[in-house]
């Protein structure tokens, strides 16, 4: 049976073949440490680091690639950005359709004394910018908000709440775990403070790669201190960038693919994957839209989606429907709480969960219309 | 053997050597540099005039003026700038 990958939102697959071969060629003919030698071998390393992080900020319009700061994942970026500025007493303003690489580093701070704020999303999961924005004053330290959710797909319109945010002088930290690479983002015209994002997902990297964005160098504690290469003479850490936050060595052959992964976004376009996403995604909603037995969730202007859509078949848990696809069909999807049980309880539907479709860059038409035919499948079974 | 000779004497006309303290603002200057038309060579940081990062750019010392300016307009954050000839 042939399987079809829709869980994109997890980590994409396929990649562009120039990922692979870029990760290859850095750990066939690559070797040496970015910044930790002069010779060719350490120069070759730190010029691919430094491509990336140009290719990134371009791609963000970023006009100081320094500000581009390598991490681990989405999640670390998070964390760095939220234990680098909040302490005891610190307001924070949140939605309630955040993930957990938000809301349990919230939930832990709160405990040690930062003051959590968490704005109900409107029907289908929406946050809606007025509602964030009433709650928001110049006292706040930081306003966090996802740019779309993993459950939904709903996009939040981040220019309106950045706009306010810069107006009060609240930083704004935006996880764009979801939209990095699937809906174009300006850090300047959005107004944003920091932008956490994940290499692997939109990006089209291998996992293991991510970063975050830094519009004011100086404002966060490190979440790390170690080696850099630099200022070698003092054992204290730079204040730099963006040595400042990239203790320890970095990923090389894995930014080294996220490099080719993002130049084959700016060649395509990322304008066009969104729409290319958005088209699937109505292919979809249109199949689905006179099946009894299938609720499907987010947001009904497809203009506001990202590629993934929620939802679940009548008489059947998320991971029934999840398992007859994949053994049946051969429909990769991801079901449950998508680590986002706050998401969920915004949806009503916490604690079952829903069945979740991801699409990509590389999902085809015909992949989603079998989709369709194999959800049209088990909800006939169930009446 | 041509070519390392070509880069031997490209060593020897670039005389200005402008130092960083890390090896991001290095790399950067190079890229911004050649794409901005000029010439810029990498090396290996020499100690007697900078203790910090690995590597230390080579460019055209008549250009000092142009080039710290493109550099500043680039965020680059370097060192120190300095007339030193290659030995060699």
């Known amino acids: 049976m042939k399987l079809r990958y829709f869980d994109n939102a997890a ?14 060629r850095c750990l066939v003919r690559g ?18 680091v430094l491509r990336t992080r140009e290719l990134i900020a371009e791609l963000f319009h970023v006009a100081d690639p320094s500000r581009i700061v390598f991490t681990k994942n989405a999640t670390e970026a998070l964390n760095l950005a939220l234990y680098g500025l909040l302490g005891p007493g610190d307001g924070v303003v949140t939605s309630s359709m955040e993930h957990n690489s938000v809301m349990r580093p919230l939930r832990h701070l709160a405990h040690r004394g930062v ?34 959710s993993n459950v939904t797909g709903a996009v939040t319109d981040v220019a309106r709440i950045g706009e306010h945010c810069r107006g009060l002088g609240v930083p704004l930290l935006v996880d764009a775990a979801q939209t990095a690479g699937c809906v174009p983002i300006d850090v300047e015209a959005m107004r944003v403070d920091f932008l956490a994002f994940s290499g692997h997902k939109g990006l089209l990297g291998p996992q293991g790669t991510g970063g975050l964005y830094v519009r004011d160098a100086r404002a966060l504690e490190p979440l790390l201190r170690g080696g850099t290469g630099s200022r070698s003479d003092r054992e204290e850490q730079p204040e730099f960038l963006p040595d400042r936050y990239e203790s320890g060595t970095l990923n090389t052959p894995g930014i080294a693919g996220l490099g080719a992964g993002v130049q084959y976004l700016l060649r395509r376009g990322v304008a066009s994957v969104q729409a290319h996403e958005r088209r699937l995604l109505e292919i979809f909603l249109e199949g689905i839209a006179a099946v009894p037995g ?35 069909f051969g429909l990769l999807t991801r079901v449950g709480l998508h680590c986002a049980p706050i998401a969920h309880r915004s949806l009503g539907t916490f604690p079952e969960g829903t069945v979740r479709f991801g699409w990509g860059p590389f999902t085809r038409e015909r992949d989603v219309r079998a989709g369709v035919r194999a959800l049209r499948t088990l909800a006939g079974e169930r009446r | 053997m041509f070519a390392q000779r070509g880069k031997q004497e490209l060593l020897r006309e670039l005389e200005g050597v402008v130092t960083f303290f890390g090896s991001y603002h ?3 200057a190079e890229s911004v540099l050649r794409k901005s038309g000029r010439r810029a060579v990498l090396i290996p940081g020499p100690r007697e005039i900078s203790p910090n990062c690995g590597v230390a750019l080579r460019f055209d010392y008549i250009q000092k003026e142009e ?14 700038f300095h007339h030193y000839p290659h030995q060699g």
């Not at chain 1, 704005?119 to 706040?140: M, N, Q, S, Y």
């Not at chain 1, 499907?296 to 009548?314: E, F, I, K, Q």
């Not at chain 2, 080039?67 to 120190?80: I, K, T």
Request: proline share 5%.
């Open chain 1, 11 to 24: 980590t994409s697959w396929p990649k562009p073949p120039a990922v692979a071969a870029a990760v290859h």
């Open chain 1, 31 to 48: 070797g040496g440490n970015a910044g930790r030698s002069g010779h060719a071998k350490a120069v070759a390393a730190a010029r691919t």
């Open chain 1, 115 to 148: 003051r959590l704020e968490v704005v109900p999303a409107a029907v289908g999961g929406v946050i809606e910018p007025a509602a964030f924005c009433a709650v928001l004053t110049a006292g706040t330290r930081l306003a966090v908000v996802t740019h779309a």
């Open chain 1, 294 to 328: 299938i609720e499907a969730y987010g947001p009904a202007d497809t203009a506001a989606r990202t590629g993934v859509l929620s939802l679940n078949v009548t008489g059947l848990s998320c991971s029934e429907a999840g398992s007859a696809l994949e053994d049946r």
């Open chain 2, 26 to 28: 290095a790399m950067r």
């Open chain 2, 67 to 80: 080039v710290q300016e493109l550099l500043d307009r680039s965020f680059v954050q370097y060192e120190s």
